[in-house]
């Protein structure tokens, strides 16, 4: 399975490649909070969404006057709270921290009345009534698409088994081990002010976090609000 992402990550690197030097690209620094879990048709549901936050950067190149790839490693902190009952009279308490390095490959649509990465802010002139046109076009909007891939970093598991309210040996309950290698899929969209950008998405897991043979399918779940600004931009010739 892993051998289909390889080869749509080289699809989408290498058209980021070839694009004219005159292409537009911009880069900055990114940080939000991430709200994560574990699903799965042979998963219980988790109590409540696990908190994290997430750093990076992102690079972002125009493709054309509309949509443009952008390419955001972050760090992640991930995870999952829950509870099951494996027996009537056993409780198995686990609670999971996941740290990845992850790596979106997105498709970013932008819908601006000025189309282009270099669409001029309108700040500072006289006119500012929402009314007219040049006032709205400072805040633009887009939508999201894409794959992420992520690598385990670090994994942090506490298992508390009790059996009539005594705790036990958990092992039997839960001899798993996490997954070195995560995919998901991710939609989303945002606003951009000047070089500002506020950026909700949402991204499912493609496989289980789980490794070996006869493991349950649990996947990530994730919704992620970031904070986005833009360090350097280089003009295109669609905006010029």
Partial sequence: MFKKYKVLVSLIMLLAVFKPVAAQYRFGLSGGVIASNHVGDDFVT?????????????????INQTMSL?????????GAVYSFEPRFDT???????????????????????????????NFGKKNRSRKNPRYRSRVNYYLTGGISLSYLVSSKNEV????NGVEIDSSPFFPYSFSKIDASVSIGGGVMWKEI????????????VFEGQNVPEVRNHVVSVKLAY???????????
């Fill in 70 to 78: 952008l390419v955001e490693p972050s760090f992640e902190q991930k």
């Fill in 91 to 121: 409780k198995v308490n686990v609670d999971s921290d996941l740290d990845y390095f992850t790596l979106p490959l997105m498709i970013k649509a932008n819908f601006s009345s000025k189309p282009g990465l270099g669409a001029k802010s």
């Fill in 230 to 240: 833009s360090l350097y931009r280089q003009k295109s010739y669609y905006s010029r």
């Fill in 46 to 62: 988790t109590d409540f969404p696990k908190i994290g936050m997430a750093l990076g950067f992102f690079y972002e190149a125009e």
């Fill in 197 to 208: 950008f506020i950026d909700l998405r949402y991204a499912r897991g493609l496989r289980s």
């Fill in 160 to 163: 508390h088994t009790f059996q």
